[in-house]
Structure formats: C-alpha cells, structure tokens
C-alpha cells in the first residue's frame, strides 16, 4: 500500500455518506402523508419516489461493500 493511501478516510466517508441516505429516506417516508394532503394523491402515488430512494441505497451497498 502506498503511503498516501487512506484506507479508513474513505470507508468513513462511505458510512457518513449511507448514513445520510438513511436520514433522507426516513424523512421522505415521513412526510409522505403531508405530500399526498397537498397533492391531492393516494399513498400509493406518493410512495414511489421513497421506493426508488431505497433501490438506489441497496444497489449502492451492493457495489459498494466489495462482496460482488
């Protein structure tokens, strides 16, 4: 490894990062009932932009965590 290398910094960087995904998805599915008021939508309408938020964070753990 070289000496420059930071291993740590950037697996840091990675769980600061997944973590603010979790915050921002957990705020998303909070609000959707409040979304779905304004809009006039059922639940069903509002939600898929919270499902693909979670598909993308589970695609990135996949990529990202080494075991593929």
């Known amino acids: 490894m070289e000496a420059g290398a930071r291993p740590w ?29 304004a809009l006039d939508a059922d639940i069903t309408a509002v939600a898929w932009p919270g499902f693909f938020m979670m598909l993308g964070l589970a695609v990135g753990f996949r990529f990202d965590s080494g075991s593929g």
């Open 9 to 37: 910094l950037a697996l840091w960087s990675l769980v600061v990062g997944f973590f603010m995904i979790l915050i921002d998805a957990t705020i998303v599915f909070v609000a959707n009932p409040s979304i779905g008021k």
